[in-house]
Structures are given as C-alpha cells and as structure tokens.
C-alpha cells in the first residue's frame, strides 16, 4: 500500500507523539520512512531573536545542530522498530511548502503530521501548517492527534 512515508516534525511535543505513531505505521505497512524538518531562512532583517543574535554562519550552523538533533529522535525510534529513515533538514519560510515539495522530491505517497489541535481565534491567528497540507497535497496526508 504505502511504501515511502514523509514525517515532518517541528520538535514539538505533539510531534514526538506523532513520530512514534509514524514509526508504527510504517512498520506495520512495511514502509520506509522520510523524517523531514524545515528551518526559516536568514533574514538579516527580522524580528525572530536568533538571527538577530546571530550571522548567517553562525545561524546555519545552529539551525543544523537543532535540526540533527529533531531527526535524530525520529530516526532512532525507527532503528529500534527496525524500519528504514533517512532524515532531511529543509531551508524554507513556508513550511507546508517544504513539506509538499520534499514529499514530491523523494517520491513519497503518504504524508503523517501532527496537529497541535489549535482551534478558535488561537487556530485562526496562528495557522497551522498541517492544515495547509491538507488544503494543498495532492499526497495523501495521515493527521496524528
């Protein structure tokens, strides 16, 4: 049925939750997984405190270690479920954009998210970008709550 499955994560504790059911999943199915994880580009002007404290260098870097450190949860759950990951890092100030291009790059034909379940004025302002994939992927998309 499902043979690449794309997970994004943000490092949230919803996500967490939504990596050991991905693994599952995938193991139950028989499928690979593709952990994936955006990160904004340096804006030299902004208002987000770490590229205000940082150079691009200096941000690069630290944005990477971050991100080495999202994956490499996702990608140890799925070593000690026995499936097979590899683990992307993304650059992109559109997240759900990035989610539906990496699934397209790597050929995957199942998205699984998490929802931070964000609803009311809070959901409205905020967005979410699980939503948006699932307004925008013509890939199948599997919400974890």
């Known amino acids: 049925m499902y043979k690449r499955i794309l997970f994004p994560t943000d490092g949230s504790e919803a996500s967490g939750r939504a990596a050991l059911a991905a693994v599952g999943f995938a193991r139950s199915v028989g ?12 804006h030299t002007f902004t208002t987000d405190a770490e590229m205000l404290e940082q ?13 080495g450190r999202l994956l490499d949860e996702v990608a140890e759950a799925a070593r000690d479920a026995g499936v097979p990951c ?7 100030d ?7 291009a990496t699934a397209r790059a790597q050929h995957c034909d199942l998205i699984v998210m998490a929802s931070h379940g964000r ?9 979410s970008e699980t939503q948006k994939v699932l307004v925008h992927s013509a890939i199948p998309v599997m919400v974890h709550r």
């Open 31 to 42: 499928a690979e997984l593709v952990a994936m994880t955006a990160v904004p580009e340096f």
């Open 119 to 127: 609803r009311g004025i809070k959901g409205l302002l905020l967005g």
């Open 86 to 92: 590899t683990c992307l890092q993304v650059v992109s």
């Open 94 to 100: 559109t997240p759900y954009e990035a989610i539906i």
């Open 55 to 67: 150079t691009a260098p200096q941000y690069a870097e630290a944005s990477k270690a971050r991100a």
